[in-house]
């Protein structure tokens, strides 16, 4: 990247912090004291898909933690750490997993592509494809197939989240907690609910259940 290009990005932040402060003086003093967001977004590092821009919030309102393909895994204790943070010290009150349309890592899960290092990490969709292999391969468009693939990815990724030790936890303790699955429409700039929220123990088996047999029967194949 170019000095000019560097140059731009900062140009662009006194901007924005010149802007802010003019609608609100003590915005930034008031943000430095301290955060108490009520949403944790997991999301995908995919560029397109900036989380507090989608749901137009401003600094301090969301707690974010985003990798390619939006994946939670039991031994990402990068992904783990920042869950506990904000479920036993933010307490916030909603997980929300969002995936997207489209996605990338999917799709290069999906056709096995050789990348390098991140194909170990991909494996993980690729578990996700094994598992829904049925209802994948009655879906003739290929296009309608990854995104399918993207929504089920994120429900997988909803279901993983319920079982962490932190989030179990959080509800034996009657701390109040959802998790949700959503995806994002690069082709419209749309975020949909996946229609799986679980918020007890007793809920996660038959919310995974309901979701993927009951979209799974209406899609377009």
């Known amino acids: ?117 991140i194909d170990n990490w991909l494996r993980h969709v690729q578990d996700v494809i094994r598992d829904h292999e049925p209802e994948l391969s009655h879906i003739n468009d290929p296009e309608r197939q990854l995104d399918r693939l993207c929504e089920l990815n994120v429900i997988e990724q909803v279901l993983n989240v319920a079982r962490t030790t932190i989030v179990q936890s959080a509800w034996q303790r009657g701390q109040e907690l959802v998790v949700h699955g959503w995806i994002y429409g690069l082709e419209d700039g749309l975020l949909r609910d996946l229609g799986v929220s679980i918020d007890c123990a007793e809920g996660l088996e038959a919310a995974y259940q309901g979701v993927t047999e009951g979209s799974g029967q209406n899609r377009e194949r």
């Open 1 to 117: 990247m170019k000095d000019k290009d560097l140059k731009r990005l900062l140009d662009q932040n006194r901007e924005w912090a010149a802007a802010i402060t003019a609608s609100d003086p003590e915005f930034f003093q008031n943000l430095a004291k301290q955060q108490s967001p009520k949403y944790l977004w997991i999301g995908c590092a995919d560029s397109r898909v900036p989380a507090t821009q989608l749901v137009g919030m401003v600094p301090g309102e969301m707690f974010v933690h985003r990798n390619v393909a939006n994946v939670v895994v039991h031994t990402d204790f990068n992904c783990l750490s920042v869950m506990q943070y904000a479920v036993d010290v933010l307490k916030v009150e909603h997980i929300i997993v969002c995936g997207h349309h489209g996605c990338g890592g999917v799709k290069a899960a999906m056709e096995n592509s050789q990348l390098g290092l």
